[in-house]
């Protein structure tokens, strides 16, 4: 919700020192993590509405000390919660609100908006001193695609509420997607948890894990398994093979939810990191897509997005990878598809228009070259195996495909010539949390 920039300083303000009476704790004496810890505490022991205290400090607070536009996008559950500590009313009983230009206002994570939504958090790697890695296994399933799940979501509602706005019969229309599992798992936690149709799923048996599968089954999603292999697929035979010709959706190629949306938010958390170079895994392609698109829109438009505060300059010259599995036995089984929507001509047009660097490219993983391990120089592993060790020892949760930047990473960096002091930027899209599909 886009507010009163001066009312939500009052209102932080007033939280703090009402909790500062309470507590006999004052702000310039206590951490400040520590004293939003704590008076996030009380705002639940008093009100009941669990705020989170690392976004209360830096998503608000740090936020307001240099924020000098009159009005901010912060998250209703964040404000009710202040008001109500304070006033014991709601915000909107207590404030105007300001609703111009909302489509700029932060709404993922759905439970917890705020931008950006992710972390970064950065990793000591012998030899180089500015490598970053975004990572989006904190989200509410554990990757990246709980982002496209909400753009799903955002689809259907619009649907609902148009609908009731023409009194119109409500007829929502069901979704077939190609899936791996990642994205399915994600899409469906939030069609179930909002009472939407079951998603179609379109896998294949040879390429799918047990375990994945069995979690689409419990999650709900309707399965129809076939050979991905053999031949191209399409619209058309997407929505025959799921028996959803009548009205149905296909959310792999068709065109009717933008899919320039999925990563939007995801794209400008990246760019505004101003990188030298970006390392991302290259699975539907849909994530590398979205970030050059951003990025080419933002160098090329005379009036930048509000989401936008990267430094054109750099960008313009920054090395964007892809890390593409080669072959179907692969440890990077959701980057692995014998037929993807995107050819290379599609990205040669960003790599080859003066949107990045000319380096920029989609590179096959090298699962087979083994280097030094860094702990025991007297052992030789994989790229991969190094690149998890890393994640491990940062505490960052990932599997083969959702670090595979990072893998990527390690097999060119010597090739690109990356410096010690390039900023590096690594996506990793996470591990799905497969213990929210377990069968209760």
């Not at 209360?56 to 000098?68: A, D, G, N, P, S």
């Not at 030899?127 to 990572?135: E, L, M, Q, R």
């Not at 899936?179 to 079951?198: D, T, V």
Request: hydrophobic share 35%.
């Amino acid at each position: 919700m886009k507010v009163q920039t001066a009312d939500l300083r009052q209102l932080l303000h007033s939280a703090s020192y009402n909790f500062e009476l309470k507590s006999n704790l004052t702000i310039e004496n206590t951490k400040y993590p520590v004293f939003f810890e704590k008076l996030c505490t009380d705002i639940f022991a008093t009100v009941g509405i669990q705020l989170n205290s690392s976004t209360l400090y830096k998503q608000v607070f740090i936020r307001l000390k240099t924020w000098e536009k009159p009005t901010i996008g912060i998250s209703l559950d964040i404000l009710n919660g202040l008001s109500k500590y304070v006033y014991n009313t709601e915000y909107t009983e207590k404030y105007i609100q300001v609703f111009e230009d909302d489509s700029e206002i932060p709404e993922f994570p759905w439970n917890n908006p705020s931008f950006p939504a992710t972390h970064v958090i950065p990793v000591q790697i012998e030899g180089y001193n500015n490598v970053w890695i975004k990572d989006e296994s904190i989200n509410p399933t554990g990757v990246h695609k709980d982002r496209m799940a909400w753009e799903v979501y955002l689809f259907y509602k619009n649907k609902l509420e148009d609908a009731l706005k023409k009194g119109e019969k409500i007829r929502l229309p069901r979704l077939s997607l190609i899936s791996n599992g990642n994205a399915a798992l994600s899409i469906q936690n939030l069609l179930s948890e909002f009472g939407f149709p079951n998603l179609k799923v379109l896998y294949d048996p040879n390429l799918v894990d047990s375990q994945i599968v069995e979690a689409m089954r419990n999650a709900n999603c309707e399965l129809w398994p076939t050979d991905l292999q053999s031949n191209l697929l399409r619209t058309d035979n997407i929505l025959e093979l799921t028996k959803n010709q009548t009205g149905g959706v296909d959310l792999t190629y068709g065109e009717e939810i933008e899919k320039n949306t999925f990563y939007d938010w995801l794209s400008y958390e990246i760019l505004n990191l101003n990188p030298t170079y970006c390392f991302v895994p290259f699975g539907s392609g849909e994530v590398l897509r979205n970030i050059l698109e951003i990025n080419k829109m933002e160098l090329r438009s005379p009036k930048t997005s509000k989401r936008f505060f990267g430094n054109k300059n750099i960008l313009s010259k920054c090395c964007f990878i892809g890390a593409k599995a080669a072959e179907s036995n692969t440890n990077y089984k959701m980057l692995y598809a014998k037929y993807n929507k995107f050819t290379n001509s599609d990205f040669d047009f960003y790599f080859d228009h003066g949107v990045c660097s000319k380096n920029s490219k989609i590179a096959l993983l090298n699962e087979n070259e083994k280097i030094v391990n860094p702990n025991n120089i007297s052992e030789k592993i994989t790229y991969l195996e190094l690149a998890s060790m890393i994640a491990t020892e940062h505490k960052i949760k990932h599997e083969p495909s959702g670090i595979s930047g990072l893998a990527m990473f390690f097999q060119l960096k010597d090739e690109l010539g990356i410096l010690p002091d390039d900023k590096v930027i690594i996506v990793n899209t996470g591990k799905i949390k497969l213990d929210l599909f377990n069968k209760k």
